[in-house]
């Protein structure tokens, strides 16, 4: 009976696995459309979106089954309980890409305001917090996941320098750049969000290891 609880659990990190690499390549192929101007590009991430939503249905069933079934308890059910957050936190980070992509068809044949710098930065942050953040859960890595909480405030402050040069140097000198402008400030926005729902993750890893909650307590990643 255990030797086949380790067998599914291995397996449920495996999905996991998959489902972060689609949701990573969803958020890379959005700001790649935006760069390129790639209107099939940012189609394809719209359409990616229903495949992750049945990964992630797959995901929820397969946890609520090795809850009935096996009935874990301490780490093992931390695990579990843990695995249907980073889940839900998935899906939603893919619905962003989606937010991202959307909003990249709506300006993909008008002309950039300017070179991008701050969002294809933002970009890859979001990529890498994503990114570690499951490995932290997989690996039970609480060093890997106090890095991503960490990181947050530096999408934050890019996020902002973002807003501040769309809104100041742009559309309060012109107001014509407003259509051009505002789909840019929300995919920073909707970049920003993906860090906070990777953090959400980081710090419900450190739950599930050290079942220490970490959650609006900064002081507590020391």
């Not at 495996?14 to 940012?42: F, H, N, P, R, Y």
């Not at 991008?116 to 490995?135: E, G």
């Not at 690996?139 to 947050?152: F, H, M, P, T, Y």
Request: proline share 3%; net charge negative; aromatic share 2%.
């Amino acid at each position: 009976m255990q030797r086949h609880f380790d067998e599914e659990l291995k397996s449920l990190n495996a999905q996991i696995l998959k489902m972060g690499a689609m949701t990573e390549e969803a958020i890379m192929d959005s700001v790649k459309a935006l760069k390129q101007q790639d209107k099939e590009m940012a189609s394809k991430v719209v359409n990616s979106d229903k495949r992750i939503d049945m990964m992630e249905l797959e995901i929820e069933e397969r946890c609520l089954e090795m809850l009935a079934l096996y009935q874990p308890a301490a780490i093992d059910l931390r695990f579990i309980t843990t695995a249907l957050k980073l889940n839900n936190e998935l899906e939603r980070i893919a619905d962003l890409a989606v937010d991202v992509a959307q909003r990249v068809l709506e300006i993909v044949d008008k002309p950039l305001l300017k070179p991008l710098v701050d969002i294809p930065k933002l970009c890859v942050i979001a990529q890498n917090m994503v990114r570690q953040s499951i490995d932290a859960f997989v690996n039970r890595d609480i060093e890997l996941a106090r890095k991503v909480v960490l990181s947050d405030s530096e999408a934050d402050k890019l996020k902002s320098l973002v807003q501040n040069e769309l809104v100041n140097d742009f559309m309060a000198k012109d107001g014509s750049t407003a259509p051009r402008a505002v789909p840019l400030l929300l995919i920073a926005r909707h970049l920003e969000r993906i860090c906070d729902h990777a953090t959400n993750i980081a710090e419900d890893v450190i739950y599930m290891v050290q079942a220490k909650v970490v959650k609006h307590h900064p002081e507590k990643l020391q």
